[in-house]
């Protein structure tokens, strides 16, 4: 036996379960077949959105207050300044879909907000050209969470507690038997009592037949644009948004480096047959879509993409993570499927994968991501 746990895939979630487990026990390897925050990964692209309000299943909301608590500890404990706390809107018409859903779920769950006029806004974040129905939530502990630092600081805080990485391993297959799981890399392999797998879009190939019918692959891009005056799209005056309608829609955030903006098109992933083959390159109806978008909500950002990145992401039918064993008492746990979503829970996420993989402790409730609901349909 090699050891307790195997984390297969270091990236948004894999990373965060790695730390995690390094905590609970001392026989904990992680196996990554690139290297840690590598930029073709869902890692890439600078930030991620932290935000405590959102559409959806008010279930979520203690995964992200127990999240937000553990993003304060990874900083801590390794002296990284991971996520960037200015606060998030959420813009769109009044009475409109996108916000009603919205407020619907926080009022649910509690989460603090404020209500912003039209007037409030245009005093308050003139950076946004709004229509003339316009009004924004404000999330006070929204933020910016710096992606590349968040994996590359919970790796190292793994193997400081004595966890084993092992870099450029790509896993070809994972085989469950009597004691164990057995997994191997070209000729090498190992076996391991418990193993997670938490390789995003690169996950399809290791999981079971119906969970491989329940997900896709699909490419995510982003892009950037420069400030005619930088001073305005500080996080201390710009933060994070998201912004939708139904015939426009944008998430972004603060010019972490002093300039350039992130302004990208909301829920465009496509489907990509091949993870390591994402096109990196948009396409024409992308940027003009991106930029007619960006001309119209921020005359302060120069109408010209800067730089653009993809990569690739594992979605679910339903919107889902998948967060659990592939069934009942198998020694095979799933931490993936966050659907272009996970990053913001990752630490949670990561958390609760760790102590139900290792066997220390299993969470109530959970019902919504658990791999069980799609063998059931």
């Not at 297959?173 to 799981?181: N, Q």
């Amino acid at each position: 036996m090699d050891g307790k746990l195997a984390v297969i895939g270091l990236g948004s979630i894999g990373s965060m379960a790695l730390w995690q487990a390094s905590r609970l026990s001392d026989s904990v390897t992680g196996f990554e077949a690139a290297t840690p925050a590598h930029g073709r990964s869902a890692v890439g692209g600078d930030t991620r959105l932290f935000r405590m309000i959102y559409r959806g299943n008010p279930d979520l909301y203690p995964i992200l207050e127990r999240s937000r608590s553990l993003w304060a500890e990874l900083e801590a404990e390794t002296g990284q300044n991971i996520l960037t706390r200015c606060g998030g809107l959420s813009i769109g018409t009044k009475d409109g879909a996108y916000l009603s859903a919205l407020l619907e779920t926080t009022r649910t769950n509690g989460a603090e907000h404020e209500i912003l006029s039209r007037e409030a806004m245009a005093e308050r974040y003139p950076q946004h050209n709004l229509r003339e129905d316009d009004i924004a939530v404000y999330d006070p502990n929204a933020g910016a969470l710096r992606t590349d630092r968040a994996v590359t600081a919970a790796v190292a805080a793994a193997q400081a507690n004595g966890a084993t990485v092992q870099t450029n391993t790509p896993i070809d297959s994972i085989t469950e038997t009597g004691d164990g799981v057995v997994i191997t890399s070209g000729e090498k392999s190992w076996t391991f009592e418990n193993v997670i797998v938490s390789s995003g879009g690169w996950s399809q190939k290791l999981m079971p037949d119906y969970l491989k019918a329940a997900t896709q692959t699909k490419r995510i891009f982003l892009s950037w644009f420069v400030a005619r005056d930088g001073a305005e799209f500080t996080p201390e005056k710009f933060p994070t948004f998201s912004r939708m309608y139904e015939d426009r829609s944008m998430y972004g955030a603060p010019a972490v480096d002093g300039v350039t903006v992130k302004a990208t098109l909301d829920g465009r992933g496509k489907p990509t047959p091949d993870p390591g083959a994402v096109p990196r390159e948009l396409t024409v109806a992308e940027i003009t879509e991106t930029t007619e978008t960006v001309t119209e909500f921020f005359p302060g950002l120069y109408p010209n993409i800067v730089r653009t990145d993809a990569f690739p992401d594992l979605f679910t039918k339903d919107g889902h993570p998948l967060l659990g064993r592939i069934n009942e008492g198998s020694r095979i746990y799933c931490a993936t499927g966050f659907s272009g979503g996970g990053f913001k829970n990752a630490t949670g996420f990561g958390e609760i994968a760790a102590y139900e993989a290792l066997r220390k402790r299993s969470f109530e409730g959970l019902d919504f991501v658990r791999p069980q609901r799609f063998a059931m349909s």
